[in-house]
């Protein structure tokens, strides 16, 4: 089964604003990481964030995370049209070191 | 290598033939693993190597699905008897051993197309 479900599950916007998706699971983690994929081809690692971290920066990236809610939230601020891409959140923990994916978020930046 | 190396990039095989994909892992990463991704959906979890362990195979659909992995590096992922159903992009990823929180890194994929 899969853990992680991002939301939503599409999301178009225009260039220079801002893109939120979020992602919820089901059971503990060590970790939660996000990937970008451009065109169903390879997964591309974008940042990870620990349980016992709330928050994290990576250039225009912004993670929060939620485990009381068992929720996360990726912020890419002054989006490009480059940014287009399917977004996906991973869990892994609990002893596994398998990660488990959701079905993505697709975002479409237009210029 | 660089980064993780994946062939075929494309395979358009008939039904009910066997096909073979190559995996090469990045250099010294001691775990592979085996995801399946169709058509507008996430990635299916299909088979884990780590080191000289026994392979986790749970997520293999079926007996159809095999996988090994040859002194520790190169894998191949063999599909017997093709079906339409099989048709997929079968994404390959390594992580180099130590915590779990490493970051996996995926190859390109092989899409396999089965008429």
């Known amino acids: 089964s899969q853990q992680g479900e991002e939301d939503p599950q599409a999301l178009s916007i225009q260039e220079g604003e801002n893109a939120t998706m979020n992602c919820s699971y089901k059971t503990s983690i060590n970790n939660l990481q996000w990937y970008r994929q451009n065109s169903g081809r390879g997964l591309v690692h974008l940042i990870l964030?620990?349980?016992?971290?709330r928050e994290k920066h990576s250039g225009r990236l912004r993670v929060t995370l939620d485990t009381s809610k068992k929720s996360s939230s990726l912020l890419i601020t002054a989006s490009r049209a480059a940014d287009t891409a399917s977004y996906f959140c991973a869990t892994g923990g609990g002893g596994s070191y398998i990660p488990t994916f959701g079905r993505g978020t697709s975002l479409i930046v237009h210029p | 290598g660089a980064g993780v190396s994946q062939s075929p990039s494309n395979k358009v095989t008939e039904k009910g033939k066997d096909v073979e994909l190559r995996c090469d892992p990045i250099s010294g990463h001691t775990a592979l693993y085996w995801y399946r991704q169709s058509l507008g959906q996430g990635l299916e979890f299909l088979i884990y190597f780590q080191g000289n362990s026994a392979p986790d195979k749970s997520g293999l659909p079926s007996d159809r699905f095999s996988a090994e992995r040859t002194g520790g590096s190169v894998s191949t992922l063999t599909i017997q008897r093709t079906q339409q159903e099989d048709s997929a992009v079968y994404l390959c990823a390594s992580r180099k051993q130590g915590t779990s929180g490493n970051t996996i890194y995926f190859g390109e994929g092989s899409w396999l197309t089965v008429v």
């Open positions: 964030i620990r349980s016992n971290e």
